[in-house]
């Protein structure tokens, strides 16, 4: 157990509630403030989480061209090293690499220190395949801790969760990955028309899918691609832009 955890067990019965919403809750800022929605109804982010894959990032990557869409790679550090140019590429193509931890832990259960470590590791990994430092975190299961925002953000990174996460690891069929994604095209059919101004002030999605699976390298997702591959053109005939978390601006929720 994790010394934080340790406390009168009257303390941890009617702290546990609160404690596991604030972890893992996408849209809790108990454990610091993350991102977790676009700054425009009309702006989608679509990012993958636990890549590089070799397997199947490369055909992400010509599916996203194909659509002109470009998104977020939250990548493990240990996949990194072992495919340096794949990440460049990513980067080469216009997307936006984020942190995702370098071994993948829950990080509810790690102490300051391993999680320090845990992003750093990561953001150097990154760092010697593009030259470049992400500044853009998702924690593994989006748990979080006490410290993870302090610690995120003293490595100049800001914390991003998302609005939908259908659960493409899971063994389903494509149809029912597709049926799952759905609710992003309610919410734009739900929309005024394009000319017409909103009624007051409104959020976009931030879906989260993933390209790799951190237990395994080179795992099959493509369910993943072929949902993506039915999704991306309706999502722009419903009038939807796909962005980055860059493109995000983080107005939303401040970091
Ligand atoms: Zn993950």
Redesign the pocket.
Known sequence: MVPWLIAAPAFVAGFAGLTAYGAVHPRSQLFGHTLFQTDRARKLALTF??GPNPTITPKLLDLLDRHQAKATF?V?GKYVREAPALVREISERGHVLGN??DT?PNLFFCGPQETRSELLRCSEAIGQATWAEPRWF?P??GFRSPWLGALAQQQRMRTVMWTLIPGDWRVKTSEWLIERMKPIASHAQNLPPKDKPLQKPSTGDILCL?D?D?GRPNADRTRTLTALEYWLPRWRDLGLEFVTIKQTNGKVVEA
């Open positions: 989480d636990d939250f493990v995702h931890t993948h998702r593994p299961f993933h790799g951190y």
